[in-house]
């Protein structure tokens, strides 16, 4: 119950209307996890997505990155915690524990699989809930059509094996608690533009798909 009150505190500000960037309400940390994997990457995304959404919603959202790890009890003050990187990743059980907690109290998992990593987020995450699946979301998810509207899902944003991309999630007691993106690479999309020099059109789908995922955390 304290998480839910947390989280309903948090979110409540954010959808009145932007504040002051030193009274933000809307906080997105980043990941740190162990097992080798480069959770930092994509060091400029998440500043250009964030200010994405401010620039273009009324969304009060926090401009710097924060970064939080998954057995922290710091974890519980961010309604969204966001995860990247193309490595290994390891739970401990201390850490799944803890990480089903954040989830049950309101909280959200963005996994924007960098490439690779979705073969070990999928294995951690069976710690975290043993008894779900990952399962695709279909093209009428609301999370699709938010602010912006995506008639065929997951938009492609880098290459890598010619796969399509996919936007799998967790739902859990009726709540979709966690997505995680494949072959579809949003952070590729949001970095820098002189980092993989992306065109704009398909920079500007990543960043209309992740100020989806943000919105739909913010009013679901």
């Known amino acids: 119950m304290r998480g839910i009150c947390f989280f309903l505190c948090c979110l409540f500000p954010a959808l009145v209307g932007a504040q002051p960037q030193s009274t933000a309400s809307f906080k997105v940390a980043k990941l740190k996890y162990d097992g080798g994997g480069d959770w930092y990457a994509n060091s400029t995304s998440l500043p250009n997505l964030f200010r994405y959404v401010r620039e273009n919603s009324r969304t009060n959202i926090f401009l710097g990155e924060e970064v939080v790890e998954p057995g922290s009890a710091q974890i519980f003050q961010y309604p969204l915690v966001y995860m990247t990187g193309h490595g290994n990743i390891v739970f401990g059980q201390a850490e799944a524990q803890n990480m089903r907690r954040y989830l049950e109290a309101g909280g959200f998992f963005f996994i924007d699989d960098n490439y690779g990593l979705n073969v070990y987020i999928i294995r951690e995450m069976k710690k975290v809930f043993p008894e779900h699946e990952f399962v695709e979301l279909p093209f009428t998810h609301p999370i699709y059509h938010q602010m912006y509207y995506f008639a065929e899902g997951m938009p492609k944003i880098h290459e890598h094996d010619g796969k399509p991309a996919q936007l799998f999630g967790i739902v859990h007691q009726g709540r979709l608690v966690c997505v995680l993106t494949y072959e579809s690479d949003l952070g590729d ?14 920079r500007l789908k990543a960043f209309q798909m992740g100020a989806n995922i943000l919105f739909y955390v913010l009013h679901n």
């Open 189 to 202: 999309g949001w970095e820098d533009r002189s980092v993989h020099n992306n065109p704009e059109e398909v």
